[in-house]
């Protein structure tokens, strides 16, 4: 099992500015700490005070400002073969009429991980997490198609995962 942060990749290394929602701009700091995370999520506050030139106490009330902000979180990132999940799958939607609905509902979905919308050939991709290939085929064909607004979908089942990283850093 691996940890990491799942951060923002809206800051600009040209200094802070204004997130999408209106949140406070980030830092230099706050960059900082967020890419001492995204190294290691368990790195003891102290050593990224050192790194980063705060207190501990500062570098802990930071973090909790970035988790509270929704900026980061800081999670374990397991693979889904290794905790009982046999299947994966990324789903193109194509939908009708307001997305937003069906994005929230989509979101609503425990086996949903990852649903954003789009532009180009779906409206809206999904990564979806299941036990097997039936509780795959029950998500799609009875929940996902299921939904008001969902017209179509394309499957893309996973063979095998390569790669799975959220070392981005900062911008």
């Not at 290394?13 to 929602?21: D, E, I």
């Not at 960059?31 to 999520?41: K, M, S, T, V, Y």
């Not at 009875?142 to 959220?166: C, D």
């Amino acid at each position: 099992m691996q940890s990491d942060v799942v951060a923002s990749r809206s800051a600009d290394p040209k200094g802070p500015r204004q997130r999408n929602g209106g949140s406070p701009p980030l830092d230099a700091v706050s960059l900082a700490i967020i890419e001492q995370l995204q190294e290691d999520g368990r790195r003891p506050y102290a050593a990224i005070g050192k790194a980063v030139g705060l207190s501990e106490a500062a570098v802990r009330q930071r973090v909790q400002k970035l988790l509270d902000q929704g900026v980061m979180q800081i999670v374990a990132v397991t693979d889904p073969l290794t905790v009982g999940f046999r299947r994966q799958a990324m789903v193109g939607i194509n939908a009708e009429g307001d997305l937003d609905p069906v994005a929230d509902a989509l979101t609503a979905m425990p086996e949903c991980e990852y649903v954003v919308m789009t532009a180009g050939s779906f409206d809206l991709m999904v990564e979806v997490v299941c036990e097997d290939d039936d509780h795959l085929l029950d998500v799609i064909n009875k929940r996902i198609r299921a939904l008001p607004g969902v017209r179509s979908t394309e499957s893309f089942v996973y063979l095998k995962l390569k790669k799975q990283t959220y070392m981005w850093g900062t911008r």
